[in-house]
């Protein structure tokens, strides 16, 4: 998984990553070894990815949330530390590689304490393989640029977030 550690190295040197932010993970393993969403997946692949993502974790302090697949309706697994009640809710599931994405399932039986929640509004995120993380980001999302486009054969999308701007033709976005 070299490319995925080029991949994260590209955005830490963009502060892509900051402190205290969830990041939102989304990855068909099967994807990236080149085969049919939910067809394949791969424990193995799965360790590769967790295992840059956690040296990332360690090295910025950014959380990352790890969606689950369409069989659990997408939920997220995070560490409880980072589990807010007033924004999120638990729900009951264990994530298992058919019904729950492989690198879910690894990152559940990784993590310090892991709980589900149903959906995050997410500062950013990192799609691997299109598992569509977008109802799980803040509005509005702003696509990042970057040299490194695919995950082994998956393609990849990274995305950040900015506030909304509301108001009308007389709305300010900043002080003089």
């Known amino acids: 998984m070299e490319n995925f550690r080029q991949l994260l190295q590209e955005l ?9 932010e969830l990041c939102v993970i989304g990855c068909s393993t099967s994807e990236v070894q080149g085969d049919r969403i939910g067809t394949s997946g791969s424990l193995d692949v799965a360790k590769a990815l967790y ?5 990332i974790q360690s090295e910025t302090g950014v959380s990352f949330a790890f969606q689950g ?26 994530p298992d590689t058919h019904a729950g994405g492989s690198l879910a399932t690894y990152a559940y039986r990784h993590m310090n304490d892991p ?14 393989g299109q598992t569509l993380i977008g109802m799980h980001l803040k509005h509005v999302a702003v696509p990042v640029r970057c040299k490194t486009k695919q995950v082994g054969d998956a393609i990849v999308t990274v995305a950040t977030s900015r506030p ?10 900043q002080l003089d």
């Open 164 to 173: 909304k701007k509301i108001g009308g033709e007389r709305a300010k976005y």
């Open 69 to 94: 697949c369409e069989h659990i309706n997408r939920a997220l697994t995070i560490e409880r530390e980072a589990y807010n009640p007033y924004t999120m809710e638990l729900v009951s599931v264990v």
């Open 115 to 128: 709980v589900v929640v149903e959906f995050i509004r997410a500062d950013k995120g990192i799609d691997i």
């Open 51 to 55: 295992d840059a993502l956690a040296d």
């Open 12 to 20: 830490k040197s963009k502060s892509f990553f900051v402190e205290g």
